[in-house]
Protein backbone atom coordinates (compact mmCIF):
# COMPACT_ATOMS: atom_id res chain seq x y z
CA UNK A 1 0.00 0.00 0.00
CA UNK A 2 3.04 2.38 1.00
CA UNK A 3 4.86 1.60 -2.19
CA UNK A 4 1.90 2.45 -4.29
CA UNK A 5 1.52 5.54 -3.02
CA UNK A 6 5.16 6.61 -3.26
CA UNK A 7 4.77 5.35 -6.81
CA UNK A 8 1.77 7.22 -7.31
CA UNK A 9 3.45 10.43 -5.07
CA UNK A 10 6.26 9.76 -7.42
CA UNK A 11 4.52 9.86 -11.02
CA UNK A 12 2.35 13.07 -9.64
CA UNK A 13 5.56 14.93 -9.18
CA UNK A 14 7.07 13.85 -12.63
CA UNK A 15 4.04 15.61 -14.19
CA UNK A 16 3.98 18.45 -12.22
CA UNK A 17 7.91 19.07 -12.87
CA UNK A 18 7.61 18.02 -16.68
CA UNK A 19 4.33 20.84 -16.62
CA UNK A 20 6.44 23.62 -15.20
CA UNK A 21 9.12 23.06 -17.68
CA UNK A 22 6.61 23.03 -20.98
CA UNK A 23 5.16 26.17 -19.32
CA UNK A 24 8.28 27.88 -18.56
CA UNK A 25 9.55 27.56 -22.25
CA UNK A 26 6.41 28.50 -24.00
CA UNK A 27 5.42 32.60 -24.48
CA UNK A 28 7.50 33.19 -27.62
CA UNK A 29 10.60 33.18 -28.92
CA UNK A 30 13.80 34.64 -29.22
CA UNK A 31 14.68 37.47 -31.25
CA UNK A 32 16.43 36.58 -34.25
CA UNK A 33 19.22 38.98 -33.11
CA UNK A 34 20.19 36.86 -29.93
CA UNK A 35 19.90 33.69 -31.60
CA UNK A 36 22.83 34.84 -34.00
CA UNK A 37 24.62 35.95 -31.11
CA UNK A 38 24.17 32.72 -28.65
CA UNK A 39 24.42 30.31 -32.18
CA UNK A 40 27.77 31.95 -32.49
CA UNK A 41 29.06 31.31 -28.82
CA UNK A 42 27.75 27.90 -28.09
CA UNK A 43 27.30 24.53 -29.17
CA UNK A 44 24.27 22.96 -28.65
CA UNK A 45 24.47 19.29 -28.72
CA UNK A 46 20.95 17.33 -29.29
CA UNK A 47 19.62 13.68 -30.28
CA UNK A 48 17.00 12.51 -32.73
CA UNK A 49 14.07 11.62 -31.09
CA UNK A 50 15.35 13.54 -27.43
CA UNK A 51 11.94 15.02 -26.15
CA UNK A 52 14.17 17.38 -24.20
CA UNK A 53 15.93 18.81 -27.28
CA UNK A 54 12.44 19.35 -29.02
CA UNK A 55 11.39 21.71 -26.14
CA UNK A 56 14.54 23.24 -26.30
CA UNK A 57 13.84 24.18 -29.92
CA UNK A 58 10.83 25.10 -29.51
CA UNK A 59 12.24 27.86 -27.09
CA UNK A 60 13.85 29.29 -29.94
CA UNK A 61 11.06 28.75 -32.82
CA UNK A 62 11.91 29.82 -36.63
CA UNK A 63 15.33 31.29 -35.13
CA UNK A 64 16.68 27.82 -33.86
CA UNK A 65 18.17 27.70 -37.65
CA UNK A 66 20.87 30.26 -36.36
CA UNK A 67 22.06 27.97 -33.65
CA UNK A 68 25.47 25.85 -34.06
CA UNK A 69 23.55 22.24 -33.32
CA UNK A 70 25.19 18.82 -33.46
CA UNK A 71 22.70 15.77 -33.65
CA UNK A 72 24.94 13.38 -31.78
CA UNK A 73 22.72 10.69 -33.72
CA UNK A 74 24.30 11.61 -36.68
CA UNK A 75 27.54 13.38 -36.41
CA UNK A 76 30.36 11.19 -34.61
CA UNK A 77 31.33 15.02 -32.75
CA UNK A 78 30.03 13.99 -29.49
CA UNK A 79 32.76 12.83 -27.22
CA UNK A 80 31.86 13.67 -23.65
CA UNK A 81 28.49 13.90 -24.13
CA UNK A 82 26.38 12.23 -21.89
CA UNK A 83 23.05 13.63 -21.94
CA UNK A 84 21.14 15.98 -24.31
CA UNK A 85 20.61 18.76 -24.81
CA UNK A 86 23.91 19.53 -23.88
CA UNK A 87 24.96 23.30 -24.25
CA UNK A 88 29.04 23.95 -24.45
CA UNK A 89 29.55 27.73 -23.73
CA UNK A 90 33.17 28.64 -23.53
CA UNK A 91 34.34 25.17 -22.75
CA UNK A 92 31.73 24.37 -19.95
CA UNK A 93 28.56 21.80 -20.49
CA UNK A 94 25.54 22.79 -19.52
CA UNK A 95 23.50 19.74 -19.03
CA UNK A 96 19.51 20.01 -19.78
CA UNK A 97 16.83 22.24 -21.40
CA UNK A 98 18.58 26.22 -20.37
CA UNK A 99 16.54 28.94 -20.51
CA UNK A 100 17.07 32.03 -22.83
CA UNK A 101 17.94 34.54 -20.01
CA UNK A 102 20.45 31.90 -18.99
CA UNK A 103 22.03 31.23 -22.18
CA UNK A 104 22.16 34.91 -23.15
CA UNK A 105 24.07 35.90 -19.91
CA UNK A 106 26.90 32.61 -20.54
CA UNK A 107 27.32 34.01 -24.30
CA UNK A 108 27.55 37.50 -23.22
CA UNK A 109 24.09 38.01 -25.51
CA UNK A 110 21.93 40.89 -24.86
CA UNK A 111 18.26 39.80 -24.11
CA UNK A 112 15.20 42.24 -25.81
Not at 87 to 102: E, F, L, M
Request: negative net charge.
Amino acid sequence: MKKNLLINTGIVVLIIVFALIVISTKGGTVEESVAKCIGQNSILYVQTGCHACEIQKEMFGENYKFLNVVDCAVEKECSGITHTPTWVIDGKQYVGIQNIASLSNLTNCEVL
